[in-house]
């Protein structure tokens, strides 16, 4: 199976502009969840999305949104960017399933996608 | 509020020696427990994991041990090798069914010298 995809890799954004990321998960899974890695804050859960509906968000301030659509894709949009919003953001997939299988709660992380704001 | 930490920061072992990083968690809710490895410029991978009915778990030369009355957990790494040297993070996931939200320690520097 393919790995978990981010597109793009790498953004410059300046400050005030909007972004958005794009998260292609593992076949078959249906949870999403975002995480900002900064060198400070270390990695920091966003939001997680499954069945297209946001089940649980982070600290995190208003400017950050995602969404989930109905082939488990999910995006991710930052807002009038600030500086501060410098970081690596990675998705996570999941099979999430409620069977109780084993594998159900293993998280698996995509590339990133490494955004500057200058 | 949920609150993972992490030591040591960072450890330096010899190529051989064993390597152990402590994590202590605060919702006792927690009921499963990851452990990512992370190269330079690399995506975190997931190398082993623990759920809160179990005590330890081995997979080759790594081990996690979990101790929920002292809401403890550990990685074991034994006979390291140079390409183990990367970041290491323990991580809690949250109560409950609905979510897989993780709390992610702080991270291990691990340096094995050849």
């Known amino acids: 199976k393919a790995g978990v995809t981010q597109t793009p890799r790498y953004l410059i954004k300046t400050r005030g502009q909007q972004v958005t990321l794009s998260c292609s998960p593992i076949s078959g899974h249906r949870s999403v969840s975002w995480y900002q890695q900064t060198p400070g804050q270390g990695l920091q859960f966003l939001f997680e999305y499954f069945s297209e509906t946001q089940r649980n968000k982070g600290n995190f301030p208003g400017r950050f949104s995602g969404r989930q659509f109905s082939n488990s894709r999910s995006e991710m949009n930052v807002s009038t960017l600030e500086l501060g919003d410098s970081a690596l953001y990675l998705c996570?997939?999941?099979?999430?399933?409620?069977?109780?299988?084993?594998?159900?709660?293993?998280?698996?992380f995509g590339p990133g996608t490494r955004l500057t704001v200058t | 509020g949920e609150n993972v930490e992490q030591h040591p920061s960072t450890l330096s072992v010899q190529e051989g020696d064993s390597a152990v990083i402590k994590c202590t968690y605060s919702?006792?809710?927690?009921?499963?427990f990851p452990w990512y490895k992370q190269e330079l410029g690399k995506r975190p991978q997931l190398i082993i994991d623990i759920r809160s009915n179990v005590g330890e778990k081995k997979d080759q030369r790594i081990a996690v041990t979990l101790n929920k009355t002292a809401k403890h957990f550990s990685l074991h790494i034994t006979e390291t090798q140079p390409e183990d040297s990367a970041v290491y993070f323990c991580?809690?996931?949250?109560?409950?069914?609905?979510?897989?939200?993780?709390?992610f320690g702080t991270g291990t520097l691990l340096a094995v010298q050849p």
């Open positions: 996570a997939s999941s099979l999430a399933s409620t069977s109780g299988r084993a594998n159900s709660y293993e998280q698996y």
């Open positions: 919702d006792s809710a927690s009921n499963y």
């Open positions: 991580a809690a996931r949250g109560p409950g069914g609905a979510t897989n939200k993780l709390i």
